[in-house]
């Protein structure tokens, strides 16, 4: 990153970021972490899954994500009866006024927009699952033997509630392993508590002014894109993903209590994730440090823990702390 203009774009994005988490600070207390996050997995061209207890904002993190950025944002409730088509879109049969003929044409649905909201991902079936990940894998729809691309950029967040299990489809390993992060919201402190008490139960809405536009958000992913990364680095990333394969670890912790380890797109979102992180912070290449920050929501929905683990208590969560201080 010997470019002037790379290096004039860091700096820009860097700024830009800080800007963007202060608006969003306005109607959103603490969760400065998982702010920080989901930038990180926007500007990687990267996906979130957010998991949460009701009443943790989750929506509303999204919703004033959306209006920081100069963006289109689409909201979609999942629910057991919603259809692939309610997503992707659909054909109508209308009648061309020049020919008097019936004719087929494709409606669009809420996925063709630069922000989803996934809501409740794992109260709708796998196929309905499975029309969101496509698009968000291949970041086109198919219908009627035709392709239509998506906006640029795309970007999804699904959450889920992780202590109603109830009527769920939960999402199979291989299709967590589409999304970037898996960001777990905790309860704020008592003193973010009671700031959020004090600042929503009045008639004032805060005015969040949009900081970014579409064309900046995808010059800023190209630069992410070409910070440049040591040898150290990388090795530091793929030690750490291969230390989580109980196959070819020599860690006991693992061996004990993973049945399965994380695929080799761990150690790519892990450095994209680490570069991204650098120049959003203003530093021109990612230290292991910056591997580090971004392991646990990175690795968490990759890992798959054993009956041994699940006996006692140990969550994915747990071990990658482990493996943190082992390596």
């Given at each position: 990153?010997?470019?002037?203009?790379?290096?004039?774009?860091?700096h820009?994005m860097?700024?830009?970021?800080?800007?963007?988490?202060?608006?969003?600070?306005?109607?959103?207390?603490?969760?400065?972490d998982?702010?920080e996050?989901?930038?990180?997995?926007?500007?990687s061209?990267?996906h979130?899954?957010?998991v949460?207890?009701?009443?943790?904002?989750?929506?509303?993190l999204?919703?004033?994500?959306?209006?920081?950025?100069?963006?289109?944002?689409?909201?979609?409730?999942?629910?057991p009866?919603?259809?692939?088509?309610?997503?992707t879109?659909?054909?109508v049969?209308e009648?061309d006024?020049l020919?008097?003929?019936k004719?087929?044409?494709f409606?669009?649905?809420?996925?063709?927009?630069?922000?989803?909201?996934?809501?409740?991902?794992?109260?709708?079936?796998?196929?309905?699952?499975?029309?969101?990940?496509?698009?968000?894998?291949?970041?086109?729809?198919?219908?009627?033997?035709?392709t239509?691309?998506?906006?640029?950029?795309?970007?999804?967040?699904?959450?889920?509630?992780?202590?109603?299990?109830?009527?769920?489809?939960?999402?199979p390993?291989?299709?967590?392993?589409?999304?970037?992060?898996?960001?777990?919201?905790?309860?704020?402190?008592?003193?973010?508590?009671?700031?959020?008490?004090?600042?929503?139960?009045?008639?004032?809405?805060?005015?969040?002014?949009?900081?970014?536009?579409?064309?900046?958000?995808?010059?800023?992913?190209?630069?992410a894109?070409?910070i440049?990364?040591?040898?150290?680095?990388?090795?530091?990333?793929?030690?750490?993903?291969?230390?989580?394969?109980?196959?070819?670890?020599?860690?006991?912790?693992?061996k004990?209590?993973?049945?399965y380890?994380?695929?080799?797109?761990?150690?790519?979102?892990?450095?994209?994730?680490?570069?991204?992180?650098?120049?959003?912070?203003?530093?021109?290449?990612?230290?292991?440090?910056?591997?580090?920050?971004?392991?646990?929501?990175?690795l968490?929905?990759?890992?798959?823990?054993?009956?041994s683990?699940?006996?006692?208590?140990?969550?994915?969560?747990?071990?990658?702390?482990?493996?943190?201080?082992?390596?």
């Amino acid at each position: 990153m010997n470019n002037q203009s790379d290096i004039a774009s860091v700096h820009t994005m860097a700024e830009a970021s800080r800007t963007i988490q202060h608006e969003i600070s306005k109607v959103i207390i603490g969760q400065q972490d998982i702010i920080e996050q989901l930038l990180i997995s926007l500007f990687s061209r990267g996906h979130c899954l957010l998991v949460g207890v009701p009443g943790l904002a989750k929506t509303l993190l999204i919703r004033t994500l959306s209006r920081s950025l100069n963006l289109s944002y689409n909201r979609i409730q999942f629910t057991p009866d919603l259809m692939p088509s309610d997503i992707t879109g659909t054909e109508v049969i209308e009648d061309d006024m020049l020919t008097g003929k019936k004719q087929f044409r494709f409606v669009k649905g809420p996925i063709f927009s630069n922000i989803v909201l996934a809501d409740e991902i794992n109260r709708t079936p796998p196929k309905t699952q499975a029309a969101l990940l496509e698009a968000m894998q291949e970041h086109s729809v198919t219908n009627g033997g035709k392709t239509y691309q998506l906006e640029q950029p795309f970007f999804v967040l699904a959450t889920q509630n992780p202590i109603e299990q109830e009527g769920t489809y939960p999402l199979p390993e291989a299709q967590l392993d589409r999304f970037m992060f898996n960001l777990w919201l905790d309860y704020p402190s008592e003193q973010e508590e009671a700031e959020i008490v004090r600042t929503t139960t009045t008639e004032i809405i805060p005015d969040i002014k949009p900081i970014l536009s579409a064309e900046d958000i995808i010059r800023f992913q190209d630069i992410a894109r070409r910070i440049p990364v040591s040898d150290n680095v990388i090795n530091y990333a793929v030690s750490l993903v291969r230390a989580t394969r109980p196959q070819t670890t020599n860690s006991k912790t693992v061996k004990d209590l993973l049945s399965y380890g994380a695929g080799p797109r761990a150690s790519q979102y892990l450095v994209l994730g680490a570069k991204t992180r650098a120049a959003i912070r203003g530093a021109f290449t990612p230290e292991i440090d910056d591997i580090r920050a971004v392991a646990e929501p990175v690795l968490r929905h990759r890992i798959v823990t054993n009956f041994s683990a699940e006996a006692d208590n140990i969550t994915p969560s747990n071990i990658i702390s482990m493996l943190l201080k082992e390596l």
